[in-house]
């Protein structure tokens, strides 16, 4: 069976029939596409979802409240409700009996009837597909609702942790003020590092963990079955087979690849998946490294087109991840997200560089951005030897350039493309020039001083 990405399953098999997959690459009929943007282009993919992968999933789903009730066997978490920050249930139909949608609200549109007493939200703002509205609806509601665990991707969590506090300012800031009885926070879909302390302060004083869960839109790969950096726990035995490729062999013509049982710890793969949903051999695109093989834990240390490479620089999504993350707390300001991108010369002469917009959690003074550019330049360049070769002499590449943008900006930008809420990500590395200049045509008006 041949290595697959995306486009090739999609230009040979999917789009010349979509959006009626009848016996394509999956016996019967295909109900649904998971609709997802790609983190660099942003462009819309459609993954196919079966029944049987609707399950599967579901099957994967128990088992992160399984991992939760062993660490806590006395857990209440079934005594309450269960908050998913999913994208709208209001699918688009695309044929007679086919739709598409974020695949969180392909998920709740189809939780079993015995399932539903413990969900939350409601339908009527579980339908919502404007997240400004659902966030401003959900902070109204969700106090009063018993809340047991909370899941969702960082960001868009945090986003609807401020409006809890913004909707009920006498109330506190904590989410024991909210949710007294809250049990568990599961997380995922990016990386957590710049947003645990955040985590940290609306948790103070609560007895809720976290817990991460690893699942792509072509199906679900690993959770956390033990603490924060210990890695996530390989989920086999849900209708998906898992193959590894190391990173070194993806472009080759006959990759290595190797099943769960041969993979090596210390290693960079690249994740492929064979699932019930007519996914053959696909890469997921991103890369792993096992931190132990029995059972097989993995941390996800980046994405295979996660780089940053417009002048030869070679800069890996863990490296800048680390760097900024490390920046921010060397001035001690919490950060809400970022992006990255490269600024090209623009006459003979100039030599390019890097812009990170970034949204903290505070106000942050000239001086302070200046301390954090230099520390994101000095982190790089012991991690990196290409980024300090393009920087030795201030000749091959300027250094990092930081543009600042208020609270909500990030959220507004991706409102304004489309993209707000569920499974979309604010792109952490943009590779593609028109996304990077409309974002940095956004900051240019609405950037701190």
Same mark, same amino acid.
């Given at each position: 069976?041949?290595?697959?990405?995306?486009?090739?399953? %999609?230009?040979?098999?999917?789009?010349?029939? $979509?959006?009626?997959?009848?016996?394509?690459?999956?016996?019967?009929?295909?109900?649904?596409?998971?609709?997802?943007?790609?983190?660099?282009?942003?462009?819309?993919?459609?993954?196919?979802?079966?029944?049987?992968?609707?399950?599967?999933?579901?099957?994967? !789903?128990?088992?992160?409240?399984?991992?939760?009730?062993?660490?806590?066997?006395?857990?209440?978490?079934?005594?309450?409700?269960?908050?998913?920050?999913?994208?709208?249930?209001?699918?688009?139909?695309?044929?007679?009996?086919?739709?598409?949608?974020?695949?969180?609200?392909?998920?709740?549109?189809?939780?079993?009837? =015995?399932?539903?007493?413990?969900?939350?939200?409601?339908?009527?703002?579980?339908?919502?597909?404007? =997240?400004?509205?659902?966030?401003?609806?959900?902070?109204?509601?969700?106090?009063?609702?018993?809340?047991?665990?909370?899941? *969702?991707?960082?960001? =868009?969590?945090?986003?609807? $942790?401020?409006?809890?506090?913004?909707?009920?300012?006498?109330?506190?800031?904590?989410?024991?003020?909210?949710?007294?009885?809250?049990?568990?926070?599961?997380?995922?879909?990016?990386?957590?590092?710049?947003?645990?302390?955040?985590?940290?302060? %609306?948790?103070?004083?609560?007895?809720?963990?976290?817990?991460?869960?690893?699942?792509?839109?072509?199906?679900?790969?690993?959770?956390?079955?033990?603490?924060? !950096?210990? *890695?996530?726990?390989?989920?086999?035995?849900?209708?998906?087979?898992?193959?590894?490729?190391?990173?070194?062999?993806?472009?080759?013509?006959?990759?290595?690849?190797?099943?769960?049982?041969?993979?090596?710890?210390?290693?960079?793969?690249?994740?492929?998946?064979?699932?019930?949903?007519?996914? =053959?051999?696909?890469?997921? *695109?991103?890369?792993?490294?096992?931190?132990?093989? #029995?059972?097989?834990?993995?941390?996800?240390?980046?994405?295979?087109?996660?780089?940053?490479?417009?002048?030869?620089?070679?800069?890996?999504?863990?490296?800048?991840?680390?760097?900024?993350?490390?920046?921010?707390?060397?001035?001690?300001?919490?950060?809400? #997200?970022?992006?990255?991108?490269?600024?090209?010369?623009?006459?003979?002469? #100039?030599? *390019?560089?890097?812009?990170?917009?970034?949204? $903290?959690?505070?106000?942050?003074?000239?001086?302070?951005?200046?301390?954090?550019?230099?520390?994101?330049?000095?982190?790089?360049?012991?991690?990196?030897?290409?980024?300090?070769?393009?920087?030795?002499?201030?000749? !091959?590449?300027?250094?990092?350039?930081?543009?600042?943008?208020?609270? !909500?900006?990030?959220?507004? %930008?991706?409102?304004?493309?489309?993209?707000?809420?569920?499974?979309?990500?604010?792109?952490?590395?943009?590779?593609?020039?028109?996304? $990077?200049?409309?974002?940095?045509?956004?900051?240019?008006?609405?950037?701190?001083?």
């Amino acid at each position: 069976m041949k290595l697959r990405r995306y486009e090739d399953l %999609w230009s040979a098999y999917w789009q010349p029939v $979509f959006p009626e997959l009848v016996d394509c690459t999956w016996p019967g009929r295909v109900p649904f596409f998971a609709a997802t943007s790609g983190t660099s282009t942003g462009a819309t993919k459609f993954i196919p979802v079966t029944r049987a992968m609707i399950g599967s999933n579901r099957k994967a !789903g128990i088992d992160v409240l399984v991992h939760h009730l062993r660490a806590r066997p006395l857990s209440r978490v079934f005594g309450g409700r269960n908050l998913l920050l999913g994208g709208s249930t209001e699918l688009v139909e695309r044929a007679q009996g086919v739709a598409s949608g974020d695949i969180s609200g392909i998920a709740a549109a189809n939780f079993p009837a =015995w399932a539903r007493p413990f969900t939350f939200p409601p339908p009527e703002i579980a339908r919502l597909s404007d =997240w400004a509205e659902k966030m401003a609806r959900l902070a109204e509601r969700a106090p009063g609702a018993d809340i047991r665990n909370i899941a *969702g991707t960082p960001s =868009w969590v945090l986003l609807f $942790f401020d409006e809890l506090a913004r909707r009920h300012p006498g109330q506190g800031s904590r989410l024991v003020d909210f949710f007294p009885a809250l049990e568990l926070v599961v997380h995922g879909g990016v990386n957590f590092a710049p947003y645990r302390r955040r985590f940290a302060e %609306w948790l103070d004083g609560s007895h809720a963990e976290l817990r991460e869960a690893y699942a792509a839109s072509e199906g679900f790969i690993a959770v956390a079955d033990r603490g924060p !950096g210990d *890695g996530l726990r390989v989920v086999l035995d849900h209708g998906v087979f898992h193959e590894f490729v190391p990173v070194g062999e993806i472009d080759a013509a006959t990759p290595v690849r190797h099943s769960i049982g041969e993979i090596e710890t210390g290693v960079d793969y690249a994740p492929a998946l064979t699932t019930c949903a007519g996914v =053959w051999a696909c890469l997921v *695109g991103d890369i792993v490294r096992f931190v132990s093989r #029995d059972p097989p834990r993995l941390v996800v240390t980046g994405r295979l087109a996660y780089t940053l490479s417009a002048f030869g620089e070679h800069l890996t999504g863990e490296e800048i991840e680390a760097a900024v993350a490390n920046a921010a707390a060397a001035i001690g300001a919490g950060m809400r #997200d970022f992006a990255v991108g490269a600024l090209y010369p623009k006459k003979p002469g #100039d030599i *390019g560089g890097h812009l990170f917009v970034v949204e $903290f959690e505070r106000p942050v003074e000239v001086g302070e951005r200046r301390s954090f550019a230099q520390a994101i330049d000095r982190d790089l360049t012991r991690r990196n030897l290409d980024y300090g070769d393009h920087r030795a002499g201030g000749f !091959g590449l300027m250094p990092p350039r930081v543009s600042v943008l208020p609270p !909500g900006g990030f959220a507004e %930008w991706m409102r304004r493309r489309g993209r707000l809420g569920g499974q979309n990500k604010v792109p952490r590395i943009i590779a593609d020039p028109e996304l $990077f200049a409309d974002l940095r045509a956004f900051a240019a008006t609405r950037e701190l001083p």
